[in-house]
């Protein structure tokens, strides 16, 4: 057979090629430690892949969202922890006020520490979360979220909860409105308050109850005394439903003795005087900065006579009940934000594992075989110098050689 010599440079270089391309390829698996380099390598391995990884990425954005809601539920975290311990200092000063050998002066000095507690609660309750905004102001994280009013604090932000996606199927809130920490405080026990008028001239002190029935119907009552000219003197009251006008009939007065209404229960101590009222109503929302403004304005009135000491002693019992409740509703959400810290940990654990799960598949779709590939490397290479050679030889082939 006749072979041109075109037609054998042309094939050689052709398989020479062939050969380098394929040592190459085998070069850039070792290098990659990768099987599959392009998809015409394994198109079902190539499109399985892309998919995991997709996963993959998803699975380590979710990580790093987890990070994000981590840090800002320890901000949130360390400033109700700050909001409690203020709870408490002011529990505290209300104890201290109640004692009846205090004078007027040592009451202006607890009033003018609680002015000061009540600026720290101010600064808590502002609480920056170190990005440019603020922890309690809702959807409106560049408002202040309060700023001091007459009456206490007025609230700027909304009752939005920020909230970031922390794996496929879990939102974790970032923090809680303002509203619903230092706001949202049930008045009294927390199902009714009871309440002296400011008018009182007596010195009869009501206390704040129990509920002896949680399923009878709460409505507002007033108690209305009225004393005798009799000798000695006998001491009534009534009863008026405040929603339907209705007074109910005279009763005798007995100072300590239980006084139960529509599953309420409460006693009333000390001398009531003719036309001291008290109130019974289901409890409302007030705000914790209320309570203390009123608390230190309480501090300051005069408290002359028994009536004025039994004024303060009502005011009292009514703010100590009231920052009670503020103290269990910041110790209810700060208990919420350890749950929620607590299930980030769990999601990372399980993030983790599925980052182990994705790694394995992504190794079996692409992974190489590195003994394998070894081999097949050393035996391209010594077929390529092998080809190589022969090519030479060929190449060098020539009758003018023997002429």
Known sequence: MRVSTLNLYNTSSSQLNNLQSALARTQMQLSTNRRVLTPADDPVASARALEVSQSQGRNEQFATNRNSANSSLSAVEGALQNAGELMQEFQRIVVDAGNGTMLPSDREALAVELEGRLQDLFAVANTSDGNGGYLFSGYKTTTVPYTSAPDGATYQGDQGVRQLQVSDSRKIPLSASGSAVFDAIPTGNGVFQTKAYAKNTGAAIISTGSVTDRNAPLKPYELT???????????????????????????????????????????????????????????????????????????????????????????????????????????????????????????????????????????????????????????????????????????????????
Not at 253 to 269: L, R, T, V
Not at 298 to 311: I, Q, V
Not at 349 to 376: C, E, F, H, N, R
């Open 225 to 403: 005394f009225n004393v005798s000219d009799a000798t000695p003197p006998v001491t009534t009251y009534t009863v008026t439903d405040k929603t339907t006008g209705l007074v109910g009939p005279a009763q005798p007065y007995e100072a300590g003795k239980a006084i139960a209404i529509d599953g309420m229960s409460f006693d009333i101590k000390g001398e009531p005087a003719s036309g001291d009222k008290f109130s019974v109503a289901p409890s409302t929302k007030e705000s914790v900065f209320t309570t203390v403004t009123n608390l230190i304005a309480d501090l300051r009135k005069p408290t002359d006579g028994s009536s004025g000491k039994a004024a303060l002693t009502n005011s009292l019992n009514t703010a100590l009940n009231n920052l009670q409740q503020g103290h269990s509703n910041v110790l209810t959400v700060q208990a919420s934000v350890g749950a929620h810290m607590k299930e980030l940990d769990y999601l990372d654990s399980a993030g983790d594992d599925l980052a182990v799960q994705y790694s394995a598949t992504m190794d079996d779709l692409q992974g190489l075989d590195m003994v394998k590939a070894i081999s097949d490397f050393s035996q391209q290479q010594m077929t390529l110098q092998a080809a190589q050679m022969s090519f030479k030889t060929m190449s060098g082939l020539s009758l003018f050689n023997y002429l």
